[in-house]
């Protein structure tokens, strides 16, 4: 095999690889022994077919299968033997080949660059804490006592207004044909809860006990029952009972509701998890500090490859917010704040994402050198906790995704990053010079870009030295970061007590 660098640019390498003849034929002639000896044609003892006939039925698909080998073994081996490191899959070209004929290809590659650490021990970096007042533990007490409501009847009675809970019954019909799934019996209704469909609960406020009421409504066009959408509904309605909201008691009954002995079993369950909290974010916002420190003073080439791929995967995403932003931003409805950076031009927004993907990568190779040369390893029982973690995201299908994991290692191996990431990082932090200071909870929990954006305001003529991209993806690496760290636990479900019926609103 004859070798031949043909360029050398920056983390580019591109090599001239001949392979000659004779090599190839006799890896052709290799392979079709070994077939000889497995294969069975008739007329021949098995391991006695003629190389002839074996050539002639055989040697077009081995002759495929062989070059595919030779190039994938030569190519790693020109690699291996300069020490060299691929970014990502050397691209290659089959320039010339015939049978009888030398193989030539090229093959260009980009390799991860040199990275040298550096000394960790310089670093300077503050732990913010924050303690769990009183104040926190009640207005926690106060959120679930809220969402534990109870509905008593009105002692004397009165007009239904929002707030209220009515209990009816009800049979709706379409074209003058009553439908079952659009019938319900000893409903359970909160007024402005905005379960069913527009018109409904609107048209029960100002009822009253035993009060017939019929409403003509309009199911929306998006309904999900085709059969209905956007057709005309009329509803006759049953009043049986008014219920007004009771007053939550903050008492030992909210701590047994709550899964507690007591109240106060349930009031040291909330400042544990307050106090998770803060921890969580007192490390997201060290990890940050730590992400902007060796981003400012790290730097090195990085594989253009890597920042493409890592570019094409965030811009996906800016591409679906830019056209959601447009097709909302003048909806009087839609009350979600948009980033007022959506409406920069597009080559302005790619600009900053790029820079976005190439600190991303830059970090993300310092972090695994830095893992590499210290020897930082991940135990199967760290992986374990990270797949129970990810099974708990789908509360009811635990099993079947822990499952999928035993049944998919690939799926286990993206698993490996977020957690040598954090491995590395706290490894860093104990090399580093760490203070801490004690701050309010809401300076704890506050976004550090609004923070710095505070700072900036009188600095109007030095906007143009903000660094967004930076800023950007820190925010978007914590959030992600929250999300790993919290295990993303979804709020618990109540199962309906009762059938929905088809007047309820589409989610």
């Given amino acids: 095999m004859q070798v031949t660098e043909t360029s050398t640019e920056g983390l580019r390498r591109e090599f001239k690889v001949v392979v000659p003849a004779a090599d190839i034929d006799q890896r052709v002639t290799d392979r079709l022994t070994q077939l000889g000896g497995q294969v069975r044609l008739p007329g021949f003892r098995p391991g006695k077919v003629p190389m002839g006939i074996l050539r002639q039925r055989y040697g077009k698909s081995v002759m495929g299968e062989v070059l595919e080998g030779t190039v994938n073994e030569t190519s790693q081996t020109t690699m291996t033997d300069r020490g060299l490191r691929p970014a990502l899959q050397p691209k290659i070209e089959i320039t010339s080949f015939d049978e009888g004929k030398d193989l030539e290809f090229t093959m260009a590659v980009e390799i991860l660059p040199e990275v040298e650490p550096s000394d960790y021990s310089m670093l300077k970096l503050e732990r913010l804490k924050a303690e769990v007042d009183d104040s926190a533990v009640d207005e926690g007490l106060k959120k679930l006592a809220e969402q534990q409501k109870r509905f008593t009847p009105v002692k004397k009675a009165r007009a239904a207004k929002n707030g209220d809970q009515v209990l009816i019954d009800f049979e709706g019909s379409v074209d003058g044909v009553k439908k079952p799934e659009m019938a319900g019996s000893d409903f359970e209704l909160e007024l402005g ?73 349930l009031k040291d369950a909330l400042r544990r998890q307050a106090e998770g909290q803060f921890e969580q974010h007192s490390r997201q916002r060290l990890k940050r500090q730590l992400l902007d420190q060796l981003a400012e003073t790290e730097s090195f080439d990085v594989p253009a490859g890597m920042v ?33 950076d959506l409406d920069k031009p597009e080559e302005e927004l790619r600009a900053d994402y790029r820079k976005i993907a190439e600190r991303r990568v830059r970090l993300g190779l310092l972090l695994s050198e830095v893992g590499r040369r210290n020897d930082v390893q991940i135990t199967q029982e760290e992986l374990n906790r990270a797949m129970i973690a990810e099974a708990r995201r789908y509360p009811g299908q635990e099993r079947q995704v822990l499952e999928f994991f035993q049944k998919n290692p690939q799926a286990v191996d993206s698993l490996r990053a ?76 109540t199962a309906a007590k009762a059938k929905k019926p088809a007047a309820k609103k589409a989610d």
Avoid: C
């Avoid at 809860?193 to 009060?211: A, D, Q, T």
């Avoid at 309009?218 to 219920?243: L, M, N, W």
């Avoid at 995967?313 to 056209?323: D, H, P, S, T, V």
């Fill in 193 to 265: 809860s905005n379960r069913l469909i527009p018109g409904f609960e609107e048209g029960l406020v100002g009822v009253k006990p035993g009060e017939s009421k019929t409403l003509n409504l309009t199911f929306p066009e998006a309904y999900p029952a085709k059969d209905v959408a956007g057709k005309d509904a009329v509803f006759e309605i049953q009043v049986k009972e008014v219920r007004e909201a009771a007053e939550s008691a903050l008492d030992d009954e909210l701590g047994k509701v709550m899964g507690f002995e007591n109240l106060d079993g």
């Fill in 308 to 340: 493409d791929m890592e570019f094409d995967a965030i811009w996906k995403q800016i591409e679906a917010a830019r056209q959601h932003h447009l097709e909302t931003k003048d909806d009087p409805d839609h009350h979600h704040e948009h980033d007022p």
């Fill in 418 to 493: 977020p957690i040598l990431e954090d491995k590395v990082v706290d490894f860093i932090v104990d090399q580093a010079k760490v203070s801490e200071r004690t701050v309010s909870p809401e300076e704890l929990m506050r976004d550090p870009d609004e923070e710095e954006a505070s700072e900036e305001k009188p600095k109007a003529k030095k906007a143009a030295a903000k660094k967004p991209a930076a800023k950007k993806e820190a925010a978007a690496s914590e959030k992600k970061d929250a999300e790993k760290d919290a295990g993303e636990k979804p709020a618990k479900k």
